[in-house]
């Protein structure tokens, strides 16, 4: 599938979301386009990925909190495997680099838990919660190991929209919340579909050039 008309549908759907135009469940189409992109083009850990966000989001819609939790925990899983497996060899990041990647990433937890945790009434969610946070920022840190843009901005988007929501959910209500949080979660996740599949062309080319 050509990529840039797998963007321009996504864009397409994601723009759908912000209209008055009813359609249900709507919010939910671009990660299952995403996720049908990726299936079509055989990347079957990706398409997992997606597929498992796109299940995120049916509950969300459904404001079903702890399967959403759980179905995004498993995104950020498969998300943190595929980056662990497509490791680039070449110029890989310092040690100081990854140090200061996880004390940034270890701050923004601190943070996040000191703000976000106490305010949760229900303990099973404020522990779901407290472990999907350790999820997301790992699949952050697995990004940033490797030196793409895409994949850089997009696990940060994530982690923006997602900290969003958990200030709207819990802390107090945002103006127009659901623009904040969807519009850098769509941009995350393209951007991340987009890195990963230069990743996936990358480590194949890699493998050509080895053999």
């Known amino acids: 599938m050509k990529y840039a008309l797998c963007s321009l549908v996504f864009i397409l759907l994601a723009a759908l979301d912000f209209t008055a135009i009813d359609v249900p469940a709507k919010m939910t189409f671009p990660l299952l386009w995403l996720s049908l992109a990726a299936l079509w ?86 522990y779901g919660i407290a472990i999907y946070a350790l999820l997301l920022l790992g699949m952050c ?13 997009g696990a940060i988007l994530f982690v923006i929209s997602d900290f969003i929501i958990g200030i709207n959910t819990f802390v107090e209500r945002i103006p127009h919340a659901h623009i904040c949080i969807m519009i850098p979660y769509y941009a995350g996740q393209m ?20 053999s």
């Open 191 to 210: 951007l991340l579909f987009a890195g990963t599949q230069k990743l996936y062309r990358f480590t194949s080319c890699s493998c050509s050039c080895s």
């Open 41 to 126: 083009q055989r990347h079957w850990a990706l398409a997992a990925a997606l597929f498992s966000s796109f299940l995120g989001d049916v509950m969300g819609w459904k404001n079903e909190l702890i399967p959403q939790i759980g179905f995004f925990a498993l995104a950020q899983i498969l998300y943190i495997i595929i980056y662990s497996c497509l490791m680039q060899m070449r110029h890989p990041r310092s040690r100081p680099v990854k140090f200061a990647i996880l004390a940034l990433l270890a701050m923004v937890y601190g943070v996040a838990m000191l703000w976000i945790f106490p305010r949760v009434g229900d303990k099973i969610i404020a």
């Open 141 to 153: 840190y697995a990004a940033c190991r490797h030196k793409s843009l895409y994949l850089i901005l």
